[in-house]
């Protein structure tokens, strides 16, 4: 696929940090996974993680952002907490070894390898109503994040919905804050086949979006499917 | 930047929050609210619903990605997740205020400054961010579910190229303060427990003062709606939201 650098706010530069030093393979065989799926473009995924099991989320063409929530499936009440998670480890992004924190301030998951480097958790997902604000008032019956999430919240079985949607991750996607406080999204670091494995802390109910949608030029407004392996 | 004083016939409530305490008020379309930091070094927590729809309050993603910015200052608005406006910033002495850093709870308040129980220390006793929210939040029926990423006014905290994140001591002087207008009838809650990466050891949280007073809408060359094309079409939300369009 092409890609293009194109920000939505080109005058702002700011050099590029190397993410490249947290880069670790993991020795997880594939066919070895319990569990193998491929979530196409722009749809939902709701799937249980037991602790101690390893999920990959694998960016089969690269540039995808899969905007990932996780709750505890003992008490969805607890779940997966932004401002927590990046306050304890004192970094903005997340990599290799960061500690996904809860809201009560439990650890949910670890990353333990990541190829791509880092990953978003300040961009939230997209929804009809932002896009509104972000693009154009036209733009509300285009696909989004969060109708994904109402959808595969709303279908299940757990008593969840808009209330328990908060800051999500956003694997792949790259948004970088400038040491002036400016907030830019950029062009993917990520490609074809690299991927994020976390280890699961606690019981774990996972909610992804395969996005981004149409008008977001971080993967050069393609969307592609995302691949999830899980393993005992 | 700075502003004018407050008109004394505008004003309709004013009450001192003290430290490491809790509040929740609604302030009102034609309202707004100042915090002012009357000693310096205060940090104040603040959460944002809707009023009349609770389900619908502050997104701290959208309204950083709306504006293009990490942190709030004079010019920036609050959104909900509704793509509409719930406070715009009008004034600003501070010029920094975070977004991502959350708030203290109890393991951080006890690993920095130790134990102190009502039962020794009576109303001396640490408290911490996360409980004083869920306590105010619970007066409207929101709780655990509601605890959304939050706004700390008067608080600076900046990043490197890698992400690596640095709080400003002393970001905030004595009499800096901040005016919130009130877009849509918006709950508030707030609590003045110290920033959770404030690296001090000696509790010692700061009051800050509330100031509700009347406001003119925002016109069509408000600052808050010109700043960036986004804002505009937020407002544009907003005022259909009011049936105003």
């Known amino acids: 696929m092409t890609t293009q650098t194109q920000t939505s706010n080109p005058t702002q530069p700011h050099p590029v940090a190397d993410f490249t030093a947290n880069l670790v393979e993991s020795r997880l065989d594939p066919a070895d996974a319990l569990y193998d799926h491929e979530i196409p473009a722009g749809e939902p995924w709701l799937h249980e993680l037991r602790a101690g099991q390893t999920l990959r989320i694998l960016d089969l063409m690269g540039n995808q952002a899969v905007d990932t929530i996780f709750y505890s499936a003992r008490d969805p009440a607890e779940r997966y907490s932004a401002v927590d998670t990046i306050r304890a480890q004192g970094s903005l992004y997340l990599t290799t070894g960061s500690v996904l924190l809860s809201n009560d301030g439990n650890p949910m998951a670890t990353i333990v390898a990541d190829t791509c480097g880092r990953h978003d958790t300040l961009g939230g997902a997209c929804a009809a109503e932002s896009n509104q604000v972000r693009y154009a008032l036209e733009k509300r019956p285009m696909h989004n994040c969060r109708d994904n999430y109402l959808i595969a919240l709303a279908e299940s079985s757990y008593d969840m919905g808009k209330r328990d949607l908060t800051a999500n991750i956003n694997f792949f996607m790259n948004v970088p804050v400038t040491p002036e406080g400016h907030l830019t999204f950029e062009d993917g670091i990520s490609d074809a086949g690299k991927y994020v494995e976390l280890q699961a802390e606690m019981d774990l109910i996972v909610l992804v979006s395969n996005c981004p949608q149409l008008n977001n030029p971080c993967n050069a407004y393609n969307p592609t499917p995302a691949r999830m392996l899980i393993w005992d | ?245």
Request: hydrophobic residues 40%; proline residues 6%.
């Open chain 2, 1 to 245: 930047m700075t502003t004018e004083p407050l008109d004394p016939s505008r004003s309709v409530h004013t009450e001192l929050l003290p430290g490491a305490r809790n509040w929740s008020f609604i302030i009102r379309r034609g309202f707004a609210l100042r915090l002012t930091d009357r000693r310096g070094g205060a940090n104040c927590s603040a959460l944002f619903f809707n009023a009349h729809e609770k389900l619908e309050r502050y997104n701290m993603a959208d309204t950083l990605k709306a504006q293009h910015t990490a942190f709030l200052t004079a010019g920036h608005v609050c959104y909900s997740d509704m793509g509409r406006i719930l406070m715009s910033i009008t004034a600003d002495t501070c010029g920094w205020h975070d977004t991502f850093c959350g708030v203290s709870d109890a393991a951080l308040v006890r690993e920095r400054f130790g134990e102190a129980r009502y039962q020794e220390a009576r109303n001396a006793f640490l408290r911490n961010g996360r409980e004083l929210f869920l306590i105010e939040m619970g007066k409207w029926g929101l709780g655990r579910r509601d605890l959304v990423p939050n706004v700390n006014f008067f608080s600076k905290v900046a990043v490197d190229e890698a992400g690596v994140m640095r709080f400003e001591p002393g970001h905030s002087k004595p009499g800096d303060h901040v005016d919130l207008r009130a877009e849509m009838d918006t709950l508030v809650v707030l609590n003045t427990c110290p920033h959770p990466l404030d690296p001090a050891t000696e509790w010692s949280p700061k009051p800050v003062d509330l100031a509700i007073y009347r406001i003119d809408p925002a016109a069509e060359d408000d600052p808050c709606r010109i700043s960036c094309p986004e804002n505009g079409r937020g407002f544009a939300n907003t005022a259909i939201y009011h049936c105003q369009l």
